[in-house]
């Protein structure tokens, strides 16, 4: 589970979950909360052996970015990791303790009861290859993979979910599990934008370093009164995708109130970059992002009736009605 950010807080409590497999949307998420491999705290197991096989096969769904169809397992599987690249990436390698923006699918070796995936959801799992983030055979499985590549692996039960299992996923303590991982990105706490320096000529608007070293960037907020409508602009401007208005979206960022110049929130401090839905934001957050371009840094000013207007989140520092100001790498977007 992520840590709730003060970004959430403006969505009455109990309708947002941070869990990073989504929400109930299709059959396959119903158990996507306790079945998905960030569910599972770290075994105190040794270091598995790692194998090439046996795997089933993957029938259909072969290319990258496509929902694979898994074969059931035949014979006994491993009682170690058996791990295979389907398909070599060109990428950055995955390092233990990254975090992974990936799309996967998980199912029963006996059975072939998918269980979880990340396809229908159409939003990949972002988490931390870290233990006691995620179930051991990912990170053994994973690491050292580059950006890019589709990789299948077969975990049992010591490297998975251990000898209680997940009843209400329908796995067994018995069970060795089936995963395929499309993995799309990866992250670490030095994550920034990437992109061309835009002028920031507005000796009204809050300045913005542009440094890329994965440290914070630097703030300099005016002493002038805030501006009264919502400001969006790009200090860098990437070359990706445009976010769309219901994208998820990874980034590093940084939250200041404009009166005072105080810090309320940051991922630097946090040395790790996050995932937020722009639907579980507050709308000045959402709004400022849609329509940017994955790779940019962009400074958002946010007026109190686009955040927590009167309503500041508890113990936050924020005061009523107060501006915000936002400055966002976007590292992602899906």
Not at 14 to 36: M, P, Y
Not at 165 to 191: M, W, Y
């Amino acid at each position: 589970m992520r840590r709730r950010s003060l970004l959430l807080a403006a969505v009455p409590a109990g309708l947002v979950t941070l869990s990073a497999c989504g929400d109930d949307k299709s059959d396959s998420s119903k158990a996507s909360e306790d079945a998905s491999p960030s569910a599972s705290a770290t075994s105190a197991a040794p270091a598995p052996k790692i194998v090439d096989g046996p795997l089933p096969a993957i029938t259909a769904g072969t290319k990258f970015g496509e929902k694979p169809t898994v074969a059931k397992g035949t014979g006994e599987p491993s009682d170690q990791l058996a791990v295979k690249t389907v398909i070599a990436g060109g990428g950055r390698a995955v390092a233990e303790k990254d975090f992974i923006w990936a799309n996967y699918l998980g199912q029963i070796w006996d059975t072939g009861k998918v269980f979880d995936n990340s396809y229908d959801r159409k939003t990949p799992l972002f988490i931390q290859l870290a233990e006691g983030s995620i179930i051991d055979g990912w990170r053994y499985a994973l690491t050292g993979k580059k950006v890019g590549s589709r990789v299948e692996f077969s975990v049992p039960p010591t490297w998975g979910y251990g000898k209680e299992g997940q009843s209400q996923a329908g796995i067994k303590g018995t069970d060795t599990l089936v995963f395929v991982v499309d993995l799309e990105d990866t992250f670490n706490a030095k994550s920034s934008a990437k992109g061309t320096d835009v002028p920031q000529d507005d000796a009204k608007l809050p300045k913005v370093g542009t440094n890329t070293d994965g440290k914070a960037p630097s703030v300099d907020i005016p002493k002038a009164d805030p501006p009264t409508k919502l400001v969006a602009t790009y200090v860098i401007e990437g070359d990706g995708a445009k976010v769309a208005a219901d994208s998820t979206v990874v980034v590093q960022y940084q939250g200041f109130v404009w009166d005072t110049s105080k810090k309320f929130d940051s991922s630097y401090d946090r040395s790790a970059p996050t995932s937020f839905s722009l639907q579980q934001v507050v709308k000045g957050w959402a709004q400022g992002l849609t329509g940017k371009k994955v790779g940019s840094r962009v400074l958002i000013v946010i007026p109190p009736s686009l955040g927590y207007g009167d309503n500041p989140p508890s113990g936050s520092g924020i005061e009523k009605d107060s501006t915000m100001v936002f400055v966002v790498d976007i590292l992602a977007a899906s």
